[in-house]
């Protein structure tokens, strides 16, 4: 064979390398996909939307802060997952007692419960908004196809699928969105360099809670090692899923703030509510724009609730001794408890579904302090992460957002109280 021919044999086999290379990073993308699909619900954009409606572009840069500590915080669930001999429950329950573990357990459920609520209310919206028909209706049916999804064979599969494509219809309508609302970019820019309204406290509040979302982040181990994610595969994944996974959400979340004040500047009027934004949207940026707001939003609210549901479900699960694998009947017994609660809530519930979801996407702050110092103490211990032990800018910026988390809380108390 003469070296010219084997030059040319040569060419094809390095590329199916590369592209291998490339198929087998894309797949490592899942976990922090799901965290991110439950972190941006209904409570973060309807969050989103009153900040962009009352403050303008002012507020962008508490998303831009969130979602950095964000990243930090998912990346020490996924190190914990990859060095643990069990899940962070167990390990927590090994190294620092039962009581703390099943306190762990149930404080995701109890987020779960409130983030339920929110799902609920803004799947009914969303759809409702999309295709017309009654909001609560659309609550009814959507709470039923997430519980008879539950139950289908391999269902961790079907569900990361899943992120991964309402991620996708998320990111067309929110980016598309935000374009088609010809918003000023200088002062979206501006939004990044922080400033506090006097009267944004309650608000603030509710931002970090659903973009620093801690639970997303504790959960995110469980979904990495329902993946068998693998040691060598740590810096791929890092790249591959951790960052980009948390920050297409603050991106989206970033870009809701901007259409919605874009729409404020356009129109002088301030949309509170996600049908109100959608008919300021209107004149803006056409029937077109509003509804791929409308189509982003459906997305966001239904990710939320089946990835909401499954978390809650499965770390309860595994608080109480049944088991933490995603197709176990007691995981699934949960989900249904969880939904259940969300749809019962919204139905007999005479308060604004936009405040509902507000209130409870801000009180899931109280819970967070326990999870993220849960995090934060065992990513520290050398004998049990050994080389995957937190790194000092690590423990810097997860001192900071520990520092940010008691705080918001203090703040929270002194306001419902």
């Known amino acids: 064979m003469s070296e010219q021919t084997e030059i040319r044999e040569s060419r094809p086999t390095g590329s199916r390398r590369r592209r291998a290379g490339l198929?087998?990073?894309?797949?490592?993308?899942?976990?922090s996909f799901i965290a991110g699909a439950w972190q941006f619900g209904p409570g973060n954009l309807a969050s989103a939307v009153q900040a962009g409606g009352a403050h303008g572009y002012t507020l962008i840069w508490v998303i831009a802060v969130?979602?950095?500590?964000?990243?930090?915080?998912?990346?020490?669930?996924?190190?914990?997952?990859?060095?643990?001999?069990?899940?962070?429950?167990?390990?927590?329950?090994?190294?620092?007692?039962?009581?703390?573990?099943?306190?762990?357990?149930?404080?995701?459920?109890?987020?779960?419960?409130?983030?339920?609520?929110g799902n609920a209310v803004g799947s009914g919206l969303g759809f409702s908004m999309l295709f017309g028909g009654s909001p609560t209706l659309w609550t009814i049916g959507c709470s039923l196809v997430v519980a008879a999804v539950a139950w289908a064979p391999n269902y961790y599969k079907l569900f990361e699928?899943?992120?991964?494509?309402?991620?996708?219809?998320?990111?067309?309508?929110?980016?598309?969105?935000?374009?088609?609302?010809?918003?000023?970019?200088?002062?979206?820019?501006d939004g990044l360099f922080p400033t506090l309204p006097s009267d944004s406290g309650l608000l603030v509040i509710a931002?970090?809670?659903?973009?620093?979302?801690?639970?997303?982040?504790?959960?995110?181990?469980?979904a990495s090692r329902e993946r068998g994610l693998r040691a060598e595969d740590y810096r791929t994944t890092t790249l591959a899923d951790t960052i980009p996974?948390?920050?297409?959400?603050?991106?989206?979340?970033?870009?809701?703030?901007?259409?919605?004040?874009?729409?404020?500047?356009?129109?002088?009027?301030?949309?509170?509510?996600?049908?109100e934004l959608a008919n300021v949207l209107r004149p803006v940026a056409g029937d077109f724009g509003a509804t791929l707001f409308a189509l982003g939003f459906s997305a966001a609210a239904f990710s939320s609730m089946?990835?909401?549901?499954?978390?809650?479900?499965?770390l309860l699960s595994d608080a109480i001794g049944r088991g933490n694998r995603f197709g176990s009947a007691s995981v699934k017994i949960i989900m249904a408890v969880i939904l259940a609660f969300g749809l019962?809530?919204?139905?007999?519930?005479?308060?604004?579904?936009?405040?509902?979801?507000?209130?409870?996407?801000?009180?899931?702050?109280?819970?967070?302090?326990?999870?993220?110092?849960?995090?934060f103490v065992m990513a520290t211990r050398r004998d049990l992460m050994g080389?995957?032990?937190?790194?000092?800018?690590?423990?810097?910026?997860?001192?900071?957002?520990l520092a940010a988390i008691f705080a918001l809380c203090y703040r929270l108390l002194t306001i419902v109280l």
Not at 364 to 370: F, G
Request: aromatic share 8%.
């Open 23 to 31: 198929v087998a990073t894309l797949a490592l993308m899942g976990p």
């Open 66 to 117: 969130s979602t950095l500590l964000m990243i930090v915080f998912t990346d020490m669930s996924v190190r914990l997952a990859i060095v643990s001999p069990g899940s962070l429950v167990q390990t927590i329950k090994d190294r620092l007692g039962l009581p703390v573990g099943v306190a762990a357990g149930v404080g995701v459920f109890l987020i779960s419960l409130c983030f339920s609520v």
């Open 161 to 189: 699928r899943a992120m991964l494509g309402m991620v996708v219809l998320m990111g067309i309508g929110f980016v598309l969105g935000a374009f088609l609302s010809k918003p000023d970019w200088i002062s979206a820019a």
């Open 207 to 222: 931002l970090v809670g659903t973009n620093f979302s801690i639970n997303a982040a504790f959960f995110t181990g469980y």
């Open 245 to 275: 996974g948390i920050l297409a959400p603050g991106i989206m979340t970033a870009l809701v703030i901007v259409t919605a004040a874009a729409a404020l500047d356009a129109t002088g009027t301030a949309a509170a509510t996600f049908p």
């Open 306 to 314: 089946v990835a909401n549901a499954t978390a809650g479900g499965t």
């Open 344 to 375: 019962v809530v919204t139905l007999v519930s005479d308060g604004s579904p936009v405040e509902l979801i507000i209130t409870a996407q801000a009180l899931t702050i109280i819970v967070a302090p326990l999870l993220g110092l849960l995090l």
């Open 387 to 401: 080389r995957f032990v937190n790194t000092w800018w690590q423990n810097v910026l997860g001192v900071l957002g």
